[in-house]
């Protein structure tokens, strides 16, 4: 299951939307800022239910 969420990008401060993928669980990937094109360190967090509980956004440098 795919849901959208927002964040901020920690390079430039735009908001923008992402798609995460739930059915993989707790994950950690790299996304580029579609405004900045900087690299962001992405964390999934998800419940012991299988629901979406957090994303944290951090810089990859």
Known sequence: ???????TCP???ERFQTLVDLAEGEAEYVEDC????????LRLHVDDSGEFSGLDA????
């Open 1 to 7: 299951m795919r849901n959208a969420v927002t964040l």
């Open 11 to 13: 390079f430039c401060g």
């Open 34 to 41: 579609p405004v900045c094109c900087r690299p962001i360190r």
């Open 58 to 61: 951090g810089r990859d440098d």
